[in-house]
């Protein structure tokens, strides 16, 4: 018969749970993967979540338990467990298994009594580690997924773009995205050098869902690398993705080096100019504005001919002409990627692409594509 | 031709046109009711825009413009409008109609050329008061309309349901709304004896739109009655909306006077065991819970063969004994709909409406219906 008795803080197993609980898809067909299964040992209780894409194991370790009093396991559905521990009240809540596969959730004047599953249906998750993480800094961890991950692509006709390209090779970890419109590209060194080059793609929503688990906190972000997965574990946290298979694009040359017009902004002047003249146009026409830039004055503007025509303009000293058309849209994602009081807008001809970067941080590049009008 | 110019702070005009907006319609067939109208003249701005169900008008006074140099009108779509002057820095904007319909709006940096509407084609909408409106406290009439909006109907097989109903007898202000399955009750006296009585059905989004709108000052609401309308003005804005035409349902007579068990509970701990019991519940099954009371003991319940069971309980003394079921959202909504720490459920048997209330205030009542279970 399976047991599994104990008691645990409110708190403590909501903030396990909420992680946990984004591993279940709300669209999953296979029954056990909408449950979340408990597995209480002897160092602590697991919980753990599948939706086959990703992977979650939380753990609360024995001393942060109130009390254990016999060990085991079952599977109740996700969607009830997480919604009932939230509204209890901020007290010790007991939790026990009878009758086979019934759960008990109690507290002094609440029992919920709950149809669990048998936890030997629920898949065997393969959850080890290598030896040899790549570790880096929380922080950092999260700029490299949010500087990025707008970037890829939304649509699945080339399921490879929806993915975020992780290359290594010695000290070095290169993030790119693109969506073969804007590419984003981030560098950041890593303590040690790794024997074996990488290069994976990992599916961005996956890892968007990962960083709304980072705290802002010092922890580190361990990632253990397999040619078919990749396992991220934070804290008490194991994350678990699959890779897209394929052969990322080569994107190295892609990137202009040298630029006719280096054009340093404020970012907030900037962002605010061409948020305002996207305002007159539509995803219809890639939300496309114009950018003129004459001896002393850069100037952003949009027509529509049906709603009519905005014009923003900033003061600014420059040698050189350019008039270019853009998607508003993606430069306005591409300069809030930059959390720095300037950006540097990089061009040469109306055709070639425009890149976005900082003079005092070089980690991050962004691209966008010119949009050809007539 | 038509002209208009005048200079207003961005965030004077944005308040303005944030009201005034509540009454486009996004799916208005109409194109002239997409838009907003401008009218400058003598005493100041003024704001309309209409669906046809409701029409607001708000107004800028001349001292609160920054400067006004021609008079006129003019009328501009009214998602665009409202977005740009949004965006626009917190500074002076100038308006100024040029060419026949076009309208500029500017700052030292921004120049919008928008494609406006001739103003002679937007309604007239007739917005004259009467000598002698009903003069509501502004706090009182946001609770009047929230605490009984809810119980209103979302179907509209009975139209008039979806509306609240208002009547006026000498000092008299009783309010009414019910969906068939419960009912809330409001009475407030008013300052003077209106002459002839009053019974209207106003409909109930109108209503929530236009609490929507109100600060949290001691300005007052004027209600102002017509045969086949109500304008409301509040401050600078005038609100009028239609009425649902028909007889309102006599509920008199619905509400039970005395009552076999009255159990006065904390308005926390009733909410929270019908909370929680709630959600083994379904929308399929009406939310259904059960009361059971005993000598010594309330008892919240629900069952759900498939998810389970949930008990909720509480100490209570008592020497009355009843086993009620009734929609735990209803329940919610009523147990909510006061503002107090405690409240009083009044029953007789399974079988007679449930009422609620508060011992120390008396104009409030909420009804819901018992569900019959097997």
Chains 1, 2 share one sequence.
Do not use: W
């Amino acid at each position: 018969m399976i047991k599994m008795k104990f008691k645990v803080k409110k708190e403590i197993l909501l903030e396990s749970l909420n992680n946990t609980a984004r591993a279940i898809s709300t669209k999953n067909l296979i029954p056990i993967l909408t449950g979340i299964k408990f597995e209480l040992k002897e160092d602590g209780l697991y919980l753990y979540a599948s939706d086959t894409d990703v992977s979650i194991r939380s753990f609360i370790s024995k001393d942060k338990l109130t009390s254990t009093s016999e060990l085991g396991s079952i599977v109740i559905g996700g969607k009830y467990i997480v919604e009932i521990i939230r509204k209890l009240p901020n007290t010790d809540i007991s939790i026990e298994v009878i009758d086979g596969y019934k759960l008990i959730v109690s507290t002094d004047n609440t029992e919920f009594n709950l149809n669990g599953i048998n936890p030997n249906e629920f898949p065997n998750l393969d959850l080890d580690e290598t030896k040899e993480p790549i570790v880096v800094n929380n922080g950092i961890f999260k700029d490299i997924i949010n500087q990025t991950v707008f970037a890829t692509s939304q649509s699945e006709t080339r399921p490879l773009l929806t993915g975020i390209n992780f290359k290594l090779s010695g000290n070095s970890f290169e993030v790119l995205a693109t969506d073969s419109y804007r590419l984003a590209r981030k560098y950041v060194e890593i303590d040690k050098d790794i024997e074996n080059e990488v290069n994976i793609v990992v599916p961005g929503k996956n890892l968007l869902e990962l960083t709304k688990m980072l705290d802002d906190d010092t922890a580190s972000v361990e990632m253990h690398l397999f040619s078919n997965k990749i396992l991220f574990k934070y804290k008490n946290i194991v994350f678990l993705s699959r890779l897209l298979s394929g052969t990322y694009p080569t994107t190295s040359n892609i990137i202009p080096k040298d630029f006719n017009i280096e054009l340093e902004c404020k970012f907030d002047d900037l962002f605010n100019m061409i948020d305002r003249a996207s305002l007159l146009t539509s995803d219809r026409e890639k939300n496309t504005v114009k950018l003129t830039l004459t001896k002393d004055e850069l100037m952003i503007s949009s027509n529509s001919p049906e709603i009519g025509r905005v014009e923003e303009k900033m003061n600014i000293s420059s040698d050189k002409e350019i008039n270019i058309s853009f998607s508003s849209k993606f430069m306005l994602d591409a300069i809030k990627s930059f959390n720095k009081e300037k950006v540097v807008l990089c061009m040469n001809n109306d055709s070639s692409p425009i890149v976005i970067k900082n003079n005092e941080d070089s980690s991050l590049v962004q691209l966008v594509l010119p949009i050809k009008t007539c």
